[in-house]
């Protein structure tokens, strides 16, 4: 009650915020008579000014409101569209760095061009993300128009953009692209041997379009680039035959925390199938000898059991193909980790992909926090602000509408059973449909829109359907749903991104008719008959997990002032009324005698199943931020790793840091050679000296070096590493060694440091289990991995400087005039495998008799 007064009294803080913009705005509109004497040749002229004076103080915010008024003018005249009040107040807001929360149809593909140029005048670059490739193209080519009259570069990142064009991209000075783009353009340059061969640019600056989506939605997924590994199909076809063999009684699930487990007959039941199969190791399922075995069943019964064909994935072109559960659309080139997505394509028998080995990794979190300043725009922000806030360090600002929303928002109707809904749901269709009112009907998965669309097809009710396997007509069906008696059926938020007009698209219908004056007339009086039917209708077929997808389908109607209504048909067989507390409901339904199409309409419904939400929506974020709180450890160790090979792409004296290394793994050496008699072993220092120095040693060799003093120890070492590089050089030249040492570095840092990345990927899946212990497991994982990270760093050393004392260059005669393509051999141990190869087949887990190690991990690997 106190705080509701003093909102009355002075307004509550998103007010002052609104409020505080507004001497802003006017110091912007001022200049609008100005600015409109211009001619088009004078309006890159003054960019080139606003550059300058940029350059000079770098204050941006003493240019804003010239930059503004310069985009808006700019808009007119290339697009015929002026920028309103708000969506100036939703650039401003944009550019200091906030979530702009601005309602469907308020043209937030238009308010980012405010910030976007203002902060290009930096010459530092803007990149604008969006949820896919079809709306970075439209609005880098639509939006690109301004910028370009306005003197500025503008370039569009998509799944199909060539390698070697995406440097020039990345030098204009707005980029538009996805976020899988620009993330996996990161994760792919931090791989690359030579500063040439990267793309990307300084993190300067970042607009997120549909922020929630890309921020909150898609952060549960790590991003990772992967390589195959050895092939396992066989097991998970047998694994999958196994659990598909399995009754009720020999799994528990639990649908909330989407996990599986097998029961004590369960795994009694598997241990016999595989001991039939000659599989099992011992008499023990869950032997560490069967530690793979117990990893597949587990991914078969996950497939089977918890993963649903046409939800959570479509089967194409004979391969799995993932649905983002939040959008409906298909994740191109995305799989599930862990071996989940072998096993589902055992289950659904197409061809098994191998399982992969991870290069490199990171968050959506991590990658967008590397941006010095980063900020968003969606319809729906405010229920998850704290979370923006939390993780990114973002505001969220709610932008007043241009005109008041006049949509009707109706209670939740809630019926019994499916059925009883689906026939609610196509009576309501149909009424609309005779009035010729348009209707966009939400559900929740392929699915169901399927099976929607089939009542449809038995009324004889002609739709459009919009989901993952219509990907490619997305915008355009989207698009068309406002025309009179369209009934468009799409999962979840697909077609995100475009308007829904009254009347439908005028561009779009202009484009299909030959006459194109007639068609402007047809669409005004079509566009009134809509608004005369009451505007768009919005029927949502269940509650989704999260409030924002719901208010992002409700947001499709309504847009601009249009008038529009939105309901909500739920069962309560639907999912998040099935797994959080139907049966109460049921029964109070029973014991109020409601008769078989009767529903409940009550406002204390509602509040229910919003708490209902919260919870999911609690629990997800809970998931995040232990993805995130993983993930923040790995993410200092990779800053680590790729600022030292960015050093390492840069330096022009490479010598001064292999240098350094060799006089580390030298100075250790030195330290145990230096330990009392009676624990000096002898074999290991010889050992240890011959691999730094690549040349064989005997015992009175170690005993004189035992003798020398520290100095002299010290200049004997380095006088051999020393006397290696001149062999080298005098054979390549002194630039091609350094380009040797270099290239050898980065590939032993890449090596290890993806080495790193599964051990880090194991330790992550057991550490859960010190919880039992009453130890914190992130803790553990901080401490676990930090000392994993230690011997990494002093493995990499070691290594370098051992391949550096073994390599040995030749020059082929044909290449004596370009030394640059030389070619490199490995002065290799006494007993490598490698000197037989051609006679022997050498397994790659074979151990290598010079080395102890696996031959991939040694010799194996020089090849």
């Given at each position: 009650m106190?705080?509701n007064?003093?909102n009355?009294?002075?307004?509550?803080?998103?007010?002052?915020k609104?409020?505080?913009?507004?001497?802003?705005?006017?110091k912007?509109?001022?200049l609008?008579k100005?600015?409109?004497?211009?001619?088009d040749?004078?309006?890159?002229?003054?960019?080139?000014?606003?550059?300058?004076i940029v350059?000079d103080?770098?204050?941006l915010?003493?240019?804003?409101?010239?930059?503004?008024?310069?985009?808006?003018?700019?808009?007119?005249?290339?697009?015929?569209?002026?920028?309103?009040?708000?969506?100036?107040?939703?650039?401003?807001?944009?550019?200091?760095?906030?979530?702009?929360?601005?309602?469907?149809?308020?043209g937030?593909?238009?308010?980012?061009?405010?910030?976007?140029?203002?902060?290009?005048?930096?010459?530092?670059?803007v990149?604008i993300?969006?949820?896919?490739?079809?709306?970075?193209?439209?609005?880098s080519?639509?939006?690109?128009?301004?910028?370009?009259?306005?003197g500025l570069?503008?370039?569009?990142?998509?799944?199909?953009?060539?390698?070697?064009?995406?440097?020039?991209?990345?030098?204009?000075?707005?980029?538009?692209?996805?976020?899988?783009?620009?993330?996996?353009?990161?994760?792919?340059?931090?791989?690359?041997?030579?500063?040439?061969?990267?793309?990307q640019?300084?993190?300067?600056?970042?607009?997120?379009?549909e922020?929630?989506?890309?921020?909150?939605?898609?952060?549960?997924?790590?991003?990772?680039?992967?390589?195959p590994?050895e092939d396992?199909?066989?097991?998970?076809?047998l694994?999958?035959?196994i659990v598909?063999?399995?009754?009720?009684?020999?799994?528990?699930?639990?649908?909330?925390?989407?996990?599986?487990t097998?029961?004590?007959?369960?795994?009694?039941?598997?241990?016999?199938?595989?001991?039939n199969a000659?599989?099992?190791q011992g008499d023990?399922?869950y032997?560490?000898?069967?530690?793979?075995?117990?990893?597949?069943?587990?991914?078969?019964l996950k497939?089977?059991?918890?993963f649903q064909?046409?939800?959570?994935?479509i089967?194409?072109?004979?391969?799995?193909?993932?649905?983002?559960?939040?959008?409906g659309?298909?994740?191109?080139?995305?799989?599930?980790?862990d071996?989940?997505h072998?096993?589902i394509?055992?289950k659904e028998?197409?061809p098994?992909?191998?399982?992969?080995?991870?290069?490199?990794?990171t968050t959506?979190?991590?990658?967008?926090?590397?941006?010095?300043?980063?900020?968003?725009?969606?319809?729906?922000?405010?229920?998850?602000?704290?979370?923006?806030?939390?993780i990114?360090?973002l505001?969220?600002?709610?932008?007043?509408?241009?005109?008041p929303?006049?949509r009707l928002?109706?209670n939740?109707?809630?019926?019994?059973?499916?059925?009883?809904k689906?026939?609610?749901?196509?009576?309501?269709i149909?009424?609309?449909?005779?009035?010729?009112?348009p209707?966009?009907?939400?559900?929740t998965?392929?699915?169901?829109?399927?099976?929607?669309?089939?009542?449809l097809?038995?009324?004889n009710?002609?739709?459009?359907?919009?989901?993952?396997k219509?990907?490619?007509?997305?915008?355009?069906i989207?698009?068309?749903?406002?025309r009179?008696?369209a009934?468009t059926?799409?999962?979840?938020?697909?077609?995100?991104g475009t308007?829904?007009?009254?009347?439908g698209?005028?561009?779009?219908r202009?484009l299909?008719?030959?006459?194109?004056?007639?068609e402007?007339?047809?669409?005004?009086e079509?566009?009134?008959?809509?608004?005369?039917?009451?505007?768009?209708?919005?029927i949502?077929?269940?509650?989704?997990?999260s409030?924002?997808?719901?208010?992002?389908?409700?947001g499709?109607?309504?847009?601009?002032?249009?008038?529009?209504?939105?309901?909500f048909?739920?069962s309560?067989?639907d999912?998040?009324?099935?797994?959080?507390g139907?049966?109460?409901?049921?029964?109070?339904l029973?014991?109020?005698?409601?008769?078989e199409?009767?529903?409940?309409?009550?406002?204390?419904?509602n509040?229910?199943?919003?708490?209902?939400?919260?919870?999911?929506?609690?629990?997800?974020f809970?998931?995040?931020?232990s993805?995130?709180?993983?993930?923040?450890?790995?993410s200092?160790?990779?800053?680590?790793?790729?600022?030292?090979?960015?050093?390492?792409?840069?330096t022009?004296?490479?010598?001064?840091t292999?240098?350094?290394?060799?006089?580390?793994?030298?100075?250790?050496?030195?330290?145990?050679?230096k330990?009392?008699v009676?624990n000096?072993?002898?074999?290991?220092?010889?050992?240890r000296?011959?691999?730094?120095l690549?040349?064989?040693?005997?015992?009175?060799?170690?005993?004189?070096?035992?003798?020398?003093?520290q100095?002299?120890?010290?200049n004997k070492l380095?006088?051999k590493?020393?006397?290696?590089?001149?062999?080298r050089?005098?054979?390549?030249?002194?630039e091609?060694?350094?380009?040797?040492?270099?290239?050898?570095?980065?590939?032993?840092?890449?090596?290890e440091?993806?080495?790193?990345?599964q051990?880090?990927?194991?330790l992550?899946?057991?550490?859960?289990?010190?919880?039992?212990?009453?130890?914190?497991?992130?803790?553990e994982?901080?401490r676990?991995?930090f000392?994993?990270?230690?011997q990494l760093?002093?493995?990499?050393k070691?290594?370098?400087?051992?391949?550096l004392s073994?390599?040995?260059?030749?020059?082929?005669?044909q290449?004596?005039?370009e030394?640059?393509?030389?070619?490199?051999k490995?002065s290799?141990p006494?007993g490598?495998?490698?000197?037989?190869?051609?006679?022997?087949k050498?397994?790659?887990n074979?151990?290598?008799?010079?080395?102890?190690?696996?031959?991939?991990?040694?010799?194996?690997?020089l090849?």
């Amino acid at each position: 009650m106190k705080l509701n007064f003093l909102n009355k009294l002075f307004g509550s803080t998103n007010d002052r915020k609104i409020n505080a913009l507004r001497p802003i705005i006017e110091k912007i509109n001022g200049l609008e008579k100005e600015i409109e004497k211009l001619s088009d040749n004078n309006f890159a002229e003054r960019t080139n000014n606003l550059k300058k004076i940029v350059s000079d103080n770098g204050d941006l915010d003493k240019v804003l409101p010239e930059a503004f008024a310069l985009v808006r003018e700019a808009s007119k005249r290339t697009i015929g569209q002026r920028h309103y009040d708000v969506q100036l107040m939703g650039g401003i807001v944009l550019h200091q760095g906030k979530i702009s929360e601005m309602k469907t149809g308020e043209g937030k593909t238009l308010v980012a061009t405010l910030a976007a140029y203002l902060n290009a005048l930096t010459d530092k670059g803007v990149h604008i993300v969006t949820v896919n490739d079809y709306l970075a193209k439209r609005d880098s080519e639509w939006m690109g128009q301004i910028y370009k009259f306005l003197g500025l570069t503008v370039g569009c990142l998509t799944n199909e953009t060539p390698d070697e064009d995406r440097k020039k991209i990345y030098q204009s000075d707005i980029v538009y692209g996805t976020n899988n783009e620009f993330a996996f353009d990161y994760l792919r340059d931090n791989m690359k041997l030579s500063l040439d061969e990267m793309v990307q640019r300084e993190f300067s600056y970042c607009i997120v379009d549909e922020v929630d989506s890309i921020l909150i939605d898609e952060a549960r997924t790590p991003l990772i680039i992967s390589g195959p590994t050895e092939d396992s199909s066989t097991e998970y076809f047998l694994c999958n035959k196994i659990v598909n063999e399995l009754s009720e009684d020999f799994y528990q699930k639990d649908e909330k925390d989407r996990n599986i487990t097998l029961t004590d007959l369960g795994v009694d039941a598997v241990e016999k199938k595989l001991a039939n199969a000659n599989l099992l190791q011992g008499d023990n399922f869950y032997d560490p000898r069967n530690i793979s075995l117990v990893h597949h069943i587990n991914q078969s019964l996950k497939a089977n059991k918890l993963f649903q064909k046409d939800k959570d994935y479509i089967v194409r072109d004979n391969a799995v193909q993932i649905i983002d559960e939040f959008t409906g659309r298909v994740l191109d080139g995305r799989r599930y980790s862990d071996g989940l997505h072998q096993a589902i394509e055992a289950k659904e028998g197409v061809p098994i992909q191998n399982e992969n080995q991870t290069f490199a990794s990171t968050t959506y979190q991590n990658y967008f926090r590397l941006y010095k300043k980063l900020s968003g725009m969606t319809g729906t922000a405010m229920t998850e602000a704290q979370e923006f806030y939390d993780i990114y360090k973002l505001d969220v600002v709610d932008m007043p509408t241009n005109v008041p929303v006049k949509r009707l928002d109706l209670n939740d109707q809630i019926y019994r059973t499916e059925k009883e809904k689906v026939n609610a749901i196509i009576e309501n269709i149909k009424e609309a449909n005779k009035n010729g009112q348009p209707v966009l009907v939400g559900t929740t998965s392929i699915e169901k829109s399927e099976e929607l669309s089939n009542y449809l097809k038995k009324n004889n009710l002609k739709h459009n359907v919009l989901n993952a396997k219509q990907h490619e007509k997305e915008a355009s069906i989207i698009a068309q749903a406002g025309r009179l008696k369209a009934i468009t059926i799409a999962t979840n938020m697909a077609g995100r991104g475009t308007d829904i007009q009254l009347g439908g698209n005028l561009e779009l219908r202009k484009l299909e008719a030959s006459d194109k004056d007639q068609e402007e007339i047809n669409f005004k009086e079509e566009k009134q008959k809509v608004m005369d039917a009451g505007g768009l209708f919005v029927i949502g077929t269940e509650r989704h997990e999260s409030r924002r997808i719901d208010n992002q389908l409700r947001g499709r109607s309504g847009r601009q002032g249009d008038n529009g209504k939105s309901i909500f048909f739920l069962s309560l067989e639907d999912d998040l009324m099935r797994i959080f507390g139907s049966e109460r409901i049921d029964s109070m339904l029973q014991k109020l005698g409601f008769k078989e199409g009767e529903s409940i309409d009550h406002p204390w419904i509602n509040k229910a199943l919003e708490k209902a939400q919260q919870k999911v929506e609690g629990r997800n974020f809970d998931i995040r931020k232990s993805l995130l709180q993983f993930d923040d450890v790995m993410s200092d160790q990779r800053r680590v790793i790729y600022e030292q090979r960015l050093e390492i792409l840069k330096t022009e004296d490479i010598y001064r840091t292999t240098n350094n290394f060799f006089e580390d793994v030298s100075n250790d050496i030195i330290d145990y050679s230096k330990l009392p008699v009676e624990n000096l072993d002898k074999g290991i220092l010889k050992s240890r000296i011959e691999r730094i120095l690549g040349a064989k040693l005997n015992d009175t060799d170690i005993d004189n070096f035992i003798q020398l003093n520290q100095d002299e120890k010290i200049n004997k070492l380095k006088t051999k590493f020393e006397d290696k590089r001149k062999d080298r050089i005098s054979k390549v030249g002194d630039e091609v060694n350094k380009d040797i040492e270099k290239k050898i570095f980065l590939q032993n840092l890449d090596f290890e440091w993806r080495s790193h990345l599964q051990y880090l990927e194991q330790l992550r899946q057991v550490i859960g289990l010190r919880g039992y212990g009453q130890k914190n497991p992130i803790d553990e994982y901080k401490r676990e991995s930090f000392n994993l990270f230690q011997q990494l760093l002093e493995k990499i050393k070691e290594n370098i400087v051992i391949f550096l004392s073994n390599i040995e260059v030749t020059i082929a005669e044909q290449m004596q005039k370009e030394l640059s393509k030389n070619v490199s051999k490995v002065s290799r141990p006494e007993g490598c495998l490698l000197e037989n190869s051609d006679k022997n087949k050498i397994s790659r887990n074979e151990k290598c008799p010079a080395t102890g190690k696996k031959f991939k991990s040694c010799c194996g690997s020089l090849v």
